[in-house]
């Protein structure tokens, strides 16, 4: 049964727009970005974004173990959230037909894509220890996250990402 928890996304919205607002770094902002969610999110084990690079997802700014560092488009939640270019919450990973297992001690993830105008940067994923830890609330939460940072992000980026 999902058990939500409560965490105040339009705080944390504000708290992003405020720290990311005057540094023109793109590469600065997505590890603020990243290290802000990781530490304001309960029962997250993995945060990071992967950056896509031709036809692959190379690991960028994360919190949390060491994780794979290139992941293929259209595979895994990763990948198939980016390809589709649609958010993907999974409540059991062991589920998630062709998942690709980067900590076996990850049990459900949330993956947004973050796109800017037609063009897929890459994808913001995170990782809970616990099954069906990520809860309709925690999906509009993080995608209005990650909408307010590739707002930002799109005035700031010429040809690449980080």
């Known amino acids: 049964?999902?058990?939500?928890?409560?965490?105040?996304?339009?705080?944390?919205?504000?708290?992003?727009?405020?720290?990311?607002?005057?540094e023109p770094d793109p590469l600065a902002n997505t590890a603020n970005f990243v290290g802000l969610l990781y530490n304001a999110l309960p029962e997250v084990n993995w945060l990071g974004v992967y950056v896509l690079r031709g036809e692959e997802l190379v690991l960028g700014p994360?919190?949390?173990?060491p994780a794979c560092v290139r992941l293929p488009l259209g595979r895994g939640v990763c990948g198939s959230a980016a390809a589709a270019r649609r958010t993907l919450r999974v409540p059991d990973v062991?589920?998630?037909?062709?998942?690709?297992?980067?900590?076996p001690v990850s049990l459900s993830e949330l993956v947004v894509p973050l796109v800017v105008g037609e063009r897929v940067l890459g994808v913001?994923?995170?990782?809970?220890p616990r099954t069906e830890r990520f809860g309709e609330e925690d999906q509009a939460g993080v995608e209005r996250l990650c909408a307010a940072f590739v707002d930002d992000l799109s005035t700031k980026i010429a040809d690449g990402f980080i």
């Open 124 to 128: 913001l994923d995170i990782d809970s």
């Open 1 to 22: 049964m999902l058990q939500e928890t409560a965490v105040d996304y339009a705080t944390l919205e504000r708290q992003l727009r405020s720290l990311i607002a005057d």
């Open 94 to 103: 062991r589920e998630f037909p062709g998942h690709i297992a980067c900590d």
């Open 62 to 65: 994360f919190q949390g173990k």
